[in-house]
């Protein structure tokens, strides 16, 4: 998983509150476990006029001109400004897979919903919660500027304008740690590597009949 410290990135507004699951990947791409290749398909249905399947070459499909993502001001950013309740709908994994395989590192609405906001850590996502009427303000200054960039300081745990307003977000502190040193739950794991090798020799010499 990708550290996670600094980021200075142009912010893309998605300007629609209960986005779910099925809005983020849709079901019909969710046959394969590996959490690559989801970038292209991701908000399938607003970002191309035709019905996207696996195995399609998006680089060919039709693009709605209208959607955020397809507007030349918003390529290549890292930062999607959100509302209320993103990411509802199904527990998927493969939502924040494709959010993260798009680019975007980090996401701001006023709130989450509950299994898509802890399947984000797990992912190198770093979803952020803001008042409303900041989140609000944000949108209204994404619009108003082309460019517009924020800086996400998570050992500060703040967000800063290019004004200079910050504004402070929470994180719990196991949270914190694992985005600044990369730890999913396998890194996690792998930390014990040695104690995990050492119990299973000593098992397999106390109980060899269970090897």
């Not at 924020?150 to 703040?158: K, R, S, V």
Request: with cysteine.
């Amino acid at each position: 998983m990708k550290k996670f410290d600094l980021l200075d990135g142009l912010v893309c507004p998605l300007d629609r509150a209960n986005v779910d699951t099925d809005a983020i990947i849709p079901k019909q791409f969710l046959k394969s476990i590996n959490r690559s290749g989801f970038g292209p398909n991701l908000f399938d249905e607003w970002r191309y006029t035709d019905h996207g399947e696996p195995g399609m070459d998006c680089s060919l499909r039709p693009k709605n001109p209208d959607f955020v993502l397809n507007q030349p001001r918003f390529q290549g950013a890292q930062i999607l400004l959100a509302r209320d309740n993103f990411g509802c709908g199904s527990s998927r994994e493969h939502a924040p897979w494709a959010i993260e395989d798009y680019g975007f590192r980090a996401i701001i609405a006023p709130s989450f919903a509950d299994i898509f906001f802890n399947n984000c850590f797990k992912n190198g996502v770093l979803p952020i919660v803001l008042p409303e009427e900041t989140v609000d303000s944000l949108f209204k200054e994404c619009a108003a500027q082309e460019g517009y960039r924020l800086t996400i300081d998570l050992a500060a745990q703040t967000v800063t304008t290019p004004d200079g307003d910050a504004f402070p977000f929470e994180i719990t502190a196991h949270r914190k740690h694992c985005l600044l040193n990369g730890l999913d739950d396998i890194g996690l794991t792998l930390r014990h590597a040695e104690k995990i090798k050492a119990f299973e020799e000593k098992r397999k010499a106390e109980q060899p009949w269970l090897f």
